[in-house]
């Protein structure tokens, strides 16, 4: 449509005489008139022209006149109708006019009557057209404030989650720091009594003829200084972030383990399962503290079966990762205790955690890795492990 150009507008008129009269007097006041013989010429005009008006005389409509106009109206909602009517059908006109929202008049009508009508009729459609951008608009923002206000909802849930994390991991260290504190106090009365147990058993060895006593005093010398050893780790963890690592095997340092409880196994009636999937590639950790790992979690499995059981243990790699379940055959661990068995100094029954297990969350997180229960029933305990695999070996495999 041209600058100069109102509207385009539809003219249904069954007399070709009238339908031209009025196009003339509508083309003078710059609107784009097309003429149409029957309301199908008509609704066929209105679509090619996307008509803002149409002007349909009653008597040019065929079938029932509120089915028709109900058809243009549903199929060009945009498009404002003007019906004419002779005086005869003014009462039935006005009727329909109050039910489908349209306009009209009776017949005859002067040209200035005509105009003003239409242009009046114009101007109302471009303000109830704005008004329903101005809606579509409103529904839209609304729609798009409400994804605003449900993605900050999600965002202060996430940051609250993350905060509570970071502040469950400071309580965490801070009762840490305060495990060190008591180990370091304990130290020396634990090693004293150490020491002397060592140095009689020594005596006792060395006066000894019995070649089975000589080897039984041995064995309890080793423990002693392995019991000395763990002290050491202990009070080591307490005051340094990290021990120099070095590239370990994994299944040979649970297998380390697994020959310390090598008898409580065989006398507990313990059914032991090694489930190693393939020689698991190495991880950086330092191998004393990753036994200790194992020799922790080992030990609670067994305290889980003391009348016999099974006892699991699986090697896997995923995605760069070396995987290993322990898995024990006992009473579970209560439902209600699982969010707090890594909590230091938090202790349950029947399982008991004390230290052991903060300490095996700890080295595993110094390794890089990750520690929780996968799954815990009255059917047994799965407790998975992950460590990273070495970087040059999974660029090696890659």
Request: charged share 25%.
């Amino acid at each position: 449509m041209s600058p100069e150009t109102k509207a385009a507008i539809v003219v249904i008129d069954g007399d070709g005489t009238a339908g031209e009269r009025i196009a003339a007097i509508l083309s003078r006041q710059r609107y784009r008139v097309y003429v149409a013989g029957s309301v199908t010429e008509g609704i066929g005009l209105i679509g090619d022209s996307r008509a803002e008006l149409a002007l349909i005389d009653c008597q040019a409509v065929d079938a029932e006149l509120c089915t028709v106009l109900g058809e243009i109206g549903s199929r060009f909602p945009s498009t404002y109708l003007i019906v004419s009517s002779p005086r005869c059908q003014l009462k039935r006109a006005a009727q329909l006019a109050g039910e489908l929202s349209v306009e009209w008049f009776s017949k005859p009508i002067t040209s200035a009557d005509l105009i003003g009508r239409l242009d009046s009729l114009l101007r109302i459609r471009e303000l109830e057209l704005g008004n329903r951008r101005l809606q579509l608009e409103q529904e839209l923002l609304l729609l798009q404030l409400e994804t605003c206000q449900q993605d900050f909802h999600q965002l202060i849930r996430e940051k609250t989650e993350s905060l509570q994390k970071a502040h469950s991991e400071i309580a965490q260290t801070e009762k840490l720091a305060a495990m060190g504190y008591l180990a370091a106090g304990m130290a020396h009365d634990i090693r004293n009594p150490l020491n002397s147990i060592s140095l009689f058993t020594q005596l006792m060895r060395q006066n000894s003829i019995d070649p089975d006593q000589e080897e039984y005093l041995g064995k309890i010398i080793k423990e002693i200084e392995r019991i000395d050893a763990i002290i050491r780790k202990l009070l080591n963890m307490s005051s340094r972030s990290r021990n120099v690592t070095s590239d370990v095997r994994i299944d040979r340092v649970i297998d380390t383990a697994l020959e310390v409880f090598a008898p409580q196994i065989e006398t507990g009636k313990i059914r032991l399962e090694r489930r190693y999937e393939l020689t698991p590639p190495p991880i950086k950790a330092d191998a004393a503290e990753l036994e200790q790992v194992f020799t922790n979690l080992f030990l609670n499995a067994l305290d889980e079966m003391p009348g016999g059981g099974r006892l699991g243990v699986g090697i896997a790699v995923e995605e760069d990762m070396v995987v290993v379940r322990v898995e024990d055959s006992g009473k579970g661990i209560p439902e209600h205790a699982l969010p707090r068995i890594f909590d230091p100094f938090f202790t349950t029954k029947p399982r008991g955690t004390g230290v052991g297990l903060p300490v095996v969350k700890r080295i595993a997180r110094l390794c890089g890795g990750s520690v929780r229960v996968e799954r815990s029933s009255r059917e047994g305990t799965v407790v998975r492990l992950e460590f990273p695999v070495c970087r040059e070996e999974a660029l090696r495999s890659s």
